[in-house]
């Protein structure tokens, strides 16, 4: 079974441009998460689809950030306009639905620095 | 705020050695503890987890401690090996709430 895909591995833009992160959950997870981790710090939560649905985008830094899941299936996070503090690791997860916990499985990451 | 506090930020250990990571938390509706691994190049993977209602849970040569009281909980890896050289991240959970992580240890396992 194939894991959680990310693409890119790693991108490096200027400030002020843009820049889309795509995920590939594994197949049959309807939880998605959006993680970020800056060098040093914590991973932090950006957002959580269930399905196609935001369940909880709490953890977006401002509107500058925009994430999609269309049709339940990849999900993009769309940095516009990048600024320097967007730098860092751009992890996305996904899990089963079901009540209780359910084990998150973690992708790559996308490692963006913005220049 | 930070939910999770983790320490110590890096660890070197002996192969053989036991290496220890602590992390403590505020938050008392948190009922989930799981530590990841995460290697170079790969994303955290899901290592061991606990539930408060117990104070330790083993699996292999990795043991969590939970001290409700204290509100905080470490991982032990007995017998570390250079194999086990990777970052660690304690995280914290409730239900219907996102999942809270420390900042990371990264530990190296000295042959």
């Known amino acids: 079974e194939a894991g959680v895909t990310q693409f890119p591995s790693h991108s490096v833009i200027e400030k002020g441009q843009t820049v889309t992160l795509r995920c590939d959950p594994i197949s049959g997870h309807d939880n998605l998460y959006w993680y970020r981790r800056v060098m040093g710090k914590e991973i932090k939560f950006l957002l959580h689809?269930?399905?196609?649905?935001?369940q909880d985008e709490s953890g977006m830094p401002n509107n500058r950030f925009l994430a999609e899941r269309t049709g339940g299936t990849y999900s993009t996070l769309k940095v516009q306009p990048a600024e320097l503090e967007d730098s860092g690791v751009y992890f996305c997860a996904s899990s089963q639905w079901g009540l209780g916990v359910n084990e998150q499985y973690f992708g790559p990451g996308t490692r963006l620095t913005v220049t | 705020q930070q939910q999770v506090k983790q320490s110590p930020q890096s660890l070197i250990v002996q192969k053989g050695g036991i290496s220890i990571i602590n992390c403590a938390y505020e938050n008392t509706a948190f009922d989930y503890f799981p530590w990841y691994q995460q290697f170079p190049g790969k994303g955290p993977a899901l290592l061991i987890a606990i539930r408060p209602d117990v104070s330790e849970k083993k699996e292999g040569r990795f043991t969590i401690s939970f001290n409700k009281s204290a509100k905080q909980f470490s991982l032990h890896i007995m017998d570390s090996q250079p194999g086990d050289s990777a970052t660690y991240f304690c995280?914290?959970?409730?239900?219907?709430?996102?999942?809270?992580f420390g900042t990371g240890t990264s530990l190296t396992v000295i042959p």
């Open positions: 689809f269930v399905k196609e649905s935001k």
């Open positions: 995280a914290a959970h409730y239900t219907g709430n996102q999942f809270y």
